[in-house]
């Protein structure tokens, strides 16, 4: 398994020829934002928030939108470290933690941050996967640097 320093290494060193090859394949602008994904899937919305990581740390303060998660999910599990899953599990907990809190601001609903995601996947679906991939794809990456790219509940299940 790598330490948080190597996965952090290789996601800053994959970034840049993963928004190339986006780019090639959709144009600029989704290149730009699969390159910005990677970076932030793989520094920011790492596998490892599950753990006290380097990941964990850059959140500074606001970590601890992540104790809940942390507690919940074993780490290494599938709902950690499942490819697509794991990605879609941390992007809920933020989405939740965005509607909480929109119902703090003024003038401000959950039902208004759902209307905008919703535009927004609707008007700009290229973009939107390109955001997925990026963020996925440093995913994959991390999975690999691992050792095994699958989830340590089905790496035991085909050993039985």
Do not use: C, K
């Not at 994904?37 to 490892?48: A, E, K, Q, R």
């Not at 992540?66 to 470290?81: E, V």
């Amino acid at each position: 398994m790598a330490s948080g320093h190597h996965h952090d290494r290789a996601t800053v060193g994959w970034s840049l020829p993963l928004g190339l090859a986006v780019a090639s394949l959709l144009g600029p602008a989704a290149g730009g934002i699969a390159f910005a994904g990677f970076l932030f899937g793989g520094l920011w919305l790492s596998p490892d928030l599950d753990t006290r990581s380097n990941a964990l740390h850059r959140w500074g303060p606001l970590g601890g939108i992540w104790w809940p998660y942390r507690r919940l999910i074993p780490h290494r599990s599938i709902w950690s470290h499942g490819p697509l899953l794991g990605t879609a599990v941390r992007l809920l907990v933020l989405l939740g933690w965005t509607l909480l809190i929109s119902n703090l601001i003024p003038n401000t609903s959950p039902n208004d941050v759902l209307s905008a995601l919703q535009w927004a996947i609707r008007n700009h679906p290229q973009q939107g996967a390109a955001l997925l991939l990026g963020l996925e794809a440093s995913v994959w990456l991390h999975l690999i640097q691992d050792g095994d790219p699958l989830p340590a509940e089905w790496t035991r299940r085909r050993r039985r």
